[in-house]
C-alpha cells in the first residue's frame, strides 16, 4: 500500500476538518461512561480528540505518520491525550479484546480486505463492548462529494451485515446524509453506518 495518505496530510489545514464526522457525535453517548477506546485508520484524529475530550482514554491507528501527528496536536491544542500508533491495519496485528469500544469513520480499504480490517475492528473489543462505524457505500460514486472514486475501495451493505451479524446491531443505517468535513467530504452522500454491541 503506498503511503498517499503522508502527503494528502502534509499540510498545516486539517483537510477532513477538525470537528468529529456527525455520526460519532450524535452517537457517541452509545459508550456510556469512560471508556478505552480505539480509533481505526483515524486520519488527523477529529474523531478521537472529541472522544477524549468526553474523558474517554482514546488510542489512534493510523498508516500515515502525519496524520498521527496532528492528532498529537490537535489533542494538545484541546488539552487532552490521545495516544498514537502506526499501524496497517490490514497486515498488523491487534490485539484481541483489549478495548470497551472501537471506531472507524471513512476506512477506505480494497474489497479484499475490508473483511480482515472488519474483523479486527470486532476482534479488538471486548464481550459487550460498542462499534460505531461509518463508511461511504458504493453508490458513493454517483454523489462525487468525497471518498474514492473507485468502486473496489467502497462498501457493500451486505457484505458488512455479514460480517457482523452474529453481533447485536442496535443501528444500522443505508442511504444519504449530508457531511461537510473539510474540504474534502462536501454535500450529500450515500453511507452505511451501524451501532454494534460485541456478544
Do not use: C
Not at 491544542?77 to 498514537?84: A, K, Q
Amino acid at each position: 500500500m503506498q503511503n498517499h495518505w503522508d502527503e494528502r496530510f502534509n499540510s498545516e489545514a486539517f483537510v477532513y476538518g477538525e470537528r468529529p464526522n456527525a455520526f460519532i457525535e450524535t452517537k457517541a453517548v452509545s459508550l456510556e461512561g469512560k471508556k478505552n477506546i480505539v480509533a481505526f485508520a483515524e486520519g488527523e484524529g477529529r474523531n478521537a480528540v472529541f472522544l477524549a475530550r468526553q474523558g474517554h482514554h482514546v488510542t489512534s491507528w493510523d498508516y500515515s505518520v502525519n496524520g498521527l501527528k496532528k492528532t498529537e496536536q490537535l489533542a494538545k491544542r484541546f488539552n487532552v491525550t490521545v495516544e498514537t500508533e502506526q499501524k496497517d491495519l490490514i497486515h498488523d496485528s491487534v490485539p484481541s479484546e483489549k478495548y470497551d469500544g472501537a471506531i472507524m469513520v471513512f476506512g477506505h480499504f480494497p474489497k479484499e480486505n475490508q473483511k480482515v480490517v472488519f474483523d479486527k475492528l470486532v476482534s479488538v473489543v471486548k464481550p459487550n463492548g460498542v462499534i460505531l462505524f461509518e463508511v461511504y457505500s458504493e453508490e458513493q460514486l454517483r454523489y462525487q462529494t468525497g471518498g474514492p472514486r473507485n468502486e473496489d475501495m467502497l462498501y457493500n451493505p451486505k457484505d458488512i451485515l455479514g460480517w457482523i451479524k452474529e453481533h447485536e446491531i442496535p443501528h444500522f443505517f443505508y442511504g444519504e446524509q449530508e457531511r461537510e468535513e473539510g474540504i474534502l467530504h462536501t454535500g450529500m452522500g450515500h453511507v452505511i453506518q451501524a451501532v454494534v454491541r460485541k456478544k
